[in-house]
C-alpha cells in the first residue's frame, strides 16, 4: 500500500508530506487549491511523461516521492527482481524533474528507465481519472480480470500446460526442419560424395605407396641393373658365395693344427655367410619382382589424380579421405533418422494441439459463462452510482489457434454505453470524467480481488452527481476500501462523510507566495469540513447536524 507522498517544488506545493493508511482515505478542499496536484504528482511516480511546467516558478527542480509498503507475496517483486532492484519491505519510488528538461526516475536507490518505471507501478498503483489506458482501460487486463472472477484455475493451468507442450514440440519441429532443409540441400552432394568415395576406396596410407611405386617403376631398368649386378657379386666364380665357402674350408682345415680361438673364428665366418645368403635371397626377390611387377607409370599415376582429386574438393590430405567417407555416411544416416524424428515430433504435436484445442475451448465455455454473470452484476450495479442508461457487456473473440496464446483462445474485451441508444465501444473508447470512473468503481466493486494489491486512486468521481446517487458512490467506495487502499478527491460531502480517513488540502499566502499544505483531520474537524461543503463559506448550525448526519450514517 502508499505509506507516504512526498511532494517538493510541483506548482503551488513547496514542500508536503502525507501519511496514508488503509482503507478509504478521501481528500477534499476548495477549487483551486492543489487537490489536482496531487493527482500529476501521483501520475509522476507511475511514469507518465513530465510536463516541465509542473515545476514551481522560481525553482531549479521538483520532485515526488511514494513510499510503499509491500509484502513477501507482492506481484511486483518479480519486476524488482528483472530489474536487480533490491527491497525488503518496503519501496522507496523517485521521481525528479529539472528545468533543463532532464529527469531522474529512482528506485530504493536505482535508477531505472521511464519504462521500468511504468512496468512496475502497474503493479502498485492505478489511478481512475487519467485514463491513458492502465488498469482496467487497459484491454490487455480483462482477460486476466475474468479469470480472476471465474475461479477457474485447474482450466487455465490445463491450458497452460497443453500450450507450452504444443509450442515446445512446434519449436523442436521447426528446429529438425531447418535442420533437415540444410541435410536435404547437402544430400545430392553427400550421397554423389559417397558414392565417389565408396568406388575410389582409399586405403590409408596408399598415397606413399603409390609414389614408391612410382619412383621404382621410374628406375626399373637402372635398380634392375644394380641388383643382377649385385647377384653377380655373391654368385659368380670368385664371388662372395665362393669365397665364403673357401675362406670355411681353409678354417675348418686349420682344426687338425688345435689353434687357439679357431672356433670363435669359424663360427664368424658362419655368421657372415648367413648374412650374405640374407643378401642373396632379397637381390633373388627384388630381381623376380621387377621381372613379375605388371604395374605401369599410367596406372600409379591415374590413382594418384583421382586421390588427389578427391582431397581437393573435400580439403583435406589423402590420407584423410577416409575420415571423410565415414563422416558422409554418418551425415546420411543422420538425414534418416531425422526424418523418422521430424514425423515422431509433428504426430506429438498434432496430439498436443488437440489437447490445447480442448481444454482451451473448455476454458473458453466456462469464461463466457462467467462473463455472463459478471455482466449482470456490473449492470445490476450501475443505476446505483446513478449510470441507469448505462450497459456492460463482456465481448469474445476467438483467435485463430495458430495465433493464439498461454491464457488460450479468447480475446477479451469490456465493452460499455453509457447511455440508452448507443453503441456498445471498448470501455477505454466511451466517455471520460466522473462518469466513466462511476463505471469502473462498479467494475472494481463486483470483482472484488486483493490479486493485484494495488492502491486505487479516484479522481473526478462524484462529478455531475449528488444527494442519494453520491451516498452510493461513497458507500460502494468505502467497501471497495476494505479490500484495496482507496483514494477518492472528491467535492462530495456524501462521498466524504464515507471515507475512513479525511485530508483536507488548503492554499495559503506565505511571505508573498501562495502555497498548498495538506492535513489530516480529527473528527471535529471533519465535522466542519464537511459542513463547508454543505453549505459555502458561511458555516451553519444546521450544516454542522448535516454534516454529523452524513457521518454518523
Known amino acids: 500500500m502508499l505509506k507516504e507522498l512526498i511532494v517538493k517544488n510541483i506548482v503551488l506545493i513547496e514542500s508536503i508530506k502525507i501519511e496514508f493508511k488503509e482503507g478509504l482515505s478521501v481528500l477534499t478542499g476548495e477549487t483551486g487549491t492543489g487537490k489536482s496536484i496531487l493527482i500529476d504528482s501521483l501520475g509522476l511516480i507511475t511514469g507518465n511523461r513530465v510536463d516541465y511546467d509542473l515545476i514551481r516558478h522560481g525553482e531549479l527542480n521538483g520532485s515526488v516521492t511514494a513510499i510503499f509498503d509491500i509484502d513477501e507475496n507482492h506481484p511486483v517483486i518479480d519486476a524488482l527482481k528483472k530489474y536487480d532492484i533490491e527491497f525488503e519491505d518496503e519501496l522507496i519510488i523517485r521521481r525528479q524533474i529539472n528545468v533543463d528538461g532532464k529527469s531522474k526516475c529512482i528506485i530504493n536507490d536505482t535508477i531505472i528507465t521511464r519504462n521500468a518505471l511504468i512496468e512496475i507501478t502497474e503493479y502498485l498503483l492505478e489511478i481512475q481519472g487519467q485514463f491513458d489506458d492502465r488498469g482496467i482501460l487497459n484491454i490487455k487486463t480483462h482477460l486476466s480480470l475474468l479469470d480472476d472472477y471465474s475461479n477457474h484455475d485447474k482450466l487455465i493451468d490445463d491450458t497452460k500446460i497443453s500450450y507450452t507442450e504444443m509450442k515446445k514440440l512446434k519449436n523442436f519441429i521447426k528446429e529438425s526442419e531447418i535442420k533437415e532443409q540444410k541435410l536435404n540441400e547437402d544430400s545430392e552432394w553427400i550421397k554423389d560424395s559417397l558414392d565417389q568415395l565408396v568406388i575410389l576406396d582409399p586405403k590409408n596410407g596408399e598415397e606413399t605407396e603409390l609414389n614408391q611405386a612410382k619412383q621404382l617403376l621410374s628406375n626399373r631398368e637402372k635398380i634392375y641393373n644394380t641388383i643382377i649386378k649385385a647377384k653377380s657379386i ?123 484445442k480442448l481444454y482451451s475451448k473448455i476454458l473458453s465455455e466456462s469464461r463466457q459463462k462467467s462473463a455472463i454473470k459478471l455482466s449482470k452484476k456490473i449492470n445490476k450495479e450501475l443505476p446505483y452510482l446513478k449510470l441507469e442508461n448505462a450497459n456492460f457487456e463482456i465481448k469474445f473473440e476467438e483467435i485463430d489457434i495458430e495465433n493464439c496464446s498461454i491464457d488460450g483462445i479468447d480475446k477479451v474485451i469490456f465493452f460499455a454505453s453509457t447511455n440508452t441508444g448507443m453503441d456498445k465501444k471498448p470501455i477505454n473508447k466511451i466517455a471520460s470524467g466522473g462518469e466513466l470512473s462511476r463505471f469502473l468503481l462498479a467494475i472494481k466493486v463486483v470483482l472484488e480481488t486483493k490479486m493485484q494489491n494495488r492502491t486505487i486512486i479516484f479522481d473526478e468521481i462524484d462529478s455531475g452527481i449528488g444527494g442519494s446517487a453520491a451516498n452510493a458512490v461513497g458507500l460502494r467506495l468505502a467497501k471497495l476500501g476494505e479490500t484495496y487502499q482507496t483514494i477518492v478527491i472528491t467535492h462530495s460531502p456524501q462521498v466524504t462523510s464515507k471515507g475512513h480517513n479525511h485530508y483536507l488540502i488548503k492554499k495559503q499566502n506565505v511571505q508573498n507566495k501562495t502555497i498548498s499544505n495538506i492535513t489530516e483531520l480529527n473528527i471535529n474537524e471533519r465535522v466542519e469540513e464537511i459542513a463547508r461543503m454543505v453549505s459555502g463559506q458561511a458555516i451553519t448550525n444546521e450544516a454542522r447536524e448535516a454534516a454529523q448526519k452524513l457521518l454518523d450514517n
Open 234 to 356: 655373391i654368385e659368380d666364380e670368385n664371388g662372395l658365395e665362393d669365397l665364403i665357402n673357401k675362406l670355411l674350408k681353409e678354417f675348418d682345415d686349420l682344426r687338425y693344427y688345435e689353434q687357439p680361438n679357431l672356433d670363435e673364428a669359424i663360427d664368424s665366418i658362419y655368421r657372415t655367410k648367413a648374412e650374405i645368403d640374407e643378401i642373396k635371397r632379397f637381390a633373388n626377390k627384388k630381381s623376380t619382382d621387377l621381372n613379375e611387377k605388371t604395374d605401369n607409370l599410367e596406372t600409379i599415376n591415374d590413382r594418384l589424380y583421382e586421390l588427389r582429386s578427391q582431397a581437393r574438393k573435400h580439403k583435406c590430405e589423402v590420407d584423410d579421405l577416409i575420415k571423410i567417407k565415414i563422416g558422409l555416411e554418418e551425415k546420411l544416416e543422420e538425414l534418416n533418422k531425422n526424418n523418422l524424428n521430424l514425423n515422431d515430433l509433428r504426430d506429438k504435436h498434432l496430439k498436443a494441439k488437440e489437447n490445447f
